[in-house]
């Protein structure tokens, strides 16, 4: 039996992040997480609804990259960018965002890394949706290069709002959650007294040390650190036909 | 009107919004007209694209309003991040929907909307001018019982110009829309005092109806108050169905950032021809 692939552990533990959703819209954003909220719907999420990547809500696994071009797509509904702040504002939803950097209590940063707003050392994307997301409906997140420099004491702007800042709110912050953080190392939560982050799986591989040291905070361990799952071979033929150039394979190569 | 026309009637030191979002569907040939002139010290109000970008690598704009600037294809505008890691702008940032709302608001003449967008997050403390307000309200709009609940109070995004490109539009300013998404190019013409509307063709009003559904002519003229035909004018971004994005031609002005020769034919042969 050939060895498992690390991105098609990733896509299975993307995809395990929408379980139990049900029907509302799962907005994974980039490849891998794409790759894992197709899996999710054609597998044990069937109710979940998804867009094509742009203003339509499409009922079929349309692939991503180039392969998406040619693939019809069964639409089922019509969502411009207004009509998707109505779904971001009504909470029936659940993003998966890549954070430039994130804290232990999941305080993300998506804008710019630097002490100054007016003149930062790098600008990244802005502030874009992560106010409105993580304030409105669950929100998780992808790291696909697990590192000091991505789990940090503390993120230079706070734009996805954590744990510590949505309980500040009282009942603003009731619709707050953050059901998973994805990395190429492994899977993390906040189910925690003091909800902060958690190894809750390591990839096949994969040591909690090897985890610890590649995080910049002081992680808490689950008492029983599973390995995350690998992807059973349905699951392992859905991802080959929604991913059939392999792009996850360069987001995440194999160690 | 022309682009030149439309620019005669800018001034150095406006607050200008642009239509479209990211690398689509943008007012280019206006914007290119913007950059070969001699305004400067704009504050530009964008979901912002190369419209951003292109003008802040001409030294014009003092400002810009984001929330986002990207060449979608290229998620990071490189022109905007290099003005930015310079210094060389001021900035005040939103999230996409506060945004939204800031536009609304100028449109429907309020001057601040309510959301949760915001709570929680580093906005208040960067942009102290942004302010909460306290709801007079319950939770399902009843009278308050006790304290209401705290929400942040987007300000209106009033706008001293607008500019649009849509796919087709009549003389009178009655614009059409061909692609999938209207983007939120009605409610920058709603927020803006000067409202300017270029388009790939001008047709007979009667003939609109019968180009698309009715949804489509999403833009009227009490929305506008010139139209310039212009033909290609969202190039390179992408005005689907008339053409999608120029992919070779973004990737030739996003690698000039990094070269100051290129740019400096870039722009001899894209702004200034």
């Given at each position: 039996?050939?060895a498992v692939r690390r991105a098609d552990v990733c896509a299975v533990a993307l995809a395990e992040v929408f379980r ?8 994974p954003?980039g490849?891998l997480p794409?790759i894992g909220?197709?899996l999710a ?55 998966i965002m890549g954070p430039?950097q994130i804290d232990r209590h999941g305080?993300a ?30 929100t998780s997140y992808w790291v696909p290069n697990h590192s000091p420099r991505v789990f940090v ?10 744990y ?14 953050i059901p998973r953080v994805v990395s190429n190392l492994g899977v993390f939560d906040f189910e925690t007294?003091?909800r902060s982050m958690r190894l809750r799986s390591v990839h096949p591989g994969v040591t909690v040390d090897d985890v610890r040291g590649a995080t910049g905070f002081v992680l808490a361990i689950a008492s029983d650190v599973d390995e995350t799952r690998v992807p059973?071979?349905?699951e ?12 996850r394979y360069?987001e995440v190569p194999d160690p | ?273």
């Amino acid at each position: 039996m050939s060895a498992v692939r690390r991105a098609d552990v990733c896509a299975v533990a993307l995809a395990e992040v929408f379980r139990g959703d049900g029907e509302i819209l799962a907005n994974p954003i980039g490849n891998l997480p794409m790759i894992g909220g197709r899996l999710a719907r054609e597998t044990f999420e069937p109710d979940l609804v998804m867009t094509d990547g742009e203003a339509l809500l499409v009922q079929n696994a349309v692939p991503i990259g180039a392969a998406a071009d040619s693939a019809p797509k069964v639409v089922e509904a019509w969502n411009p960018y207004r009509a998707m702040f109505d779904i971001v504002w009504s909470g029936r939803r659940h993003i998966i965002m890549g954070p430039v950097q994130i804290d232990r209590h999941g305080n993300a940063n998506i804008a710019w890394i630097g002490d100054d707003a007016q003149r930062p050392a790098r600008q990244f994307l802005g502030f874009r949706g992560g106010p409105g997301n993580t304030i409105s409906h669950a929100t998780s997140y992808w790291v696909p290069n697990h590192s000091p420099r991505v789990f940090v004491e503390k993120v230079d702007v706070v734009v996805g709002v954590g744990y510590d800042r949505a309980a500040a709110l009282g009942a603003a912050g009731a619709d707050h959650a953050i059901p998973r953080v994805v990395s190429n190392l492994g899977v993390f939560d906040f189910e925690t007294d003091d909800r902060s982050m958690r190894l809750r799986s390591v990839h096949p591989g994969v040591t909690v040390d090897d985890v610890r040291g590649a995080t910049g905070f002081v992680l808490a361990i689950a008492s029983d650190v599973d390995e995350t799952r690998v992807p059973t071979a349905e699951e392992q033929g859905i991802i080959d036909a929604v991913d059939p150039a392999g792009l996850r394979y360069r987001e995440v190569p194999d160690p | 009107m022309t682009e030149d026309g439309v620019v005669a009637r800018l001034s150095s030191g406006m607050t200008i919004g642009v239509g479209g979002w990211g690398s689509r569907r943008k007012p280019m040939s206006i914007i290119r007209a913007i950059a070969r002139s001699d305004l400067r010290d704009l504050t530009l109000v964008a979901y912002g694209g190369p419209d951003v970008g292109l003008l802040c690598a001409m030294g014009k704009v003092r400002k810009v309003v984001y929330s986002f600037v990207s060449l979608d294809s290229i998620p990071l505008e490189p022109h905007f991040r290099k003005a930015r890691e310079a210094g060389a702008i001021e900035v005040e940032e939103y999230d996409e929907g506060m945004f939204l709302l800031g536009l609304q608001a100028a449109a429907w003449r309020v001057p601040f909307l309510p959301t949760r967008v915001g709570l929680g997050t580093d906005l208040l403390t960067l942009y102290p001018a942004l302010k909460t307000v306290r709801s007079p309200y319950g939770p399902s709009g009843e009278p308050a019982s006790d304290e209401g609940e705290e929400l942040i109070a987007m300000p209106a995004l009033k706008l001293d110009a607008a500019i649009v490109h849509m796919n087709r539009g009549d003389a009178h300013g009655n614009g059409q829309y061909l692609g999938v998404d209207p983007y939120f190019d009605d409610l920058f013409l709603l927020a803006a005092e000067r409202r300017f509307m270029s388009v790939e063709q001008v047709v007979p009003t009667a003939e609109l109806a019968t180009l698309g559904p009715v949804q489509s002519l999403r833009i009227n003229r009490l929305m506008v108050d010139g139209v310039v035909e212009a033909p290609g004018g969202a190039g390179f971004t992408s005005c689907a169905p008339d053409y999608d994005r120029d992919e070779t031609l973004q990737q030739r002005y996003a690698e000039a950032a990094g070269d100051d020769d290129a740019w400096a034919a870039f722009v001899e042969e894209w702004v200034n021809a």
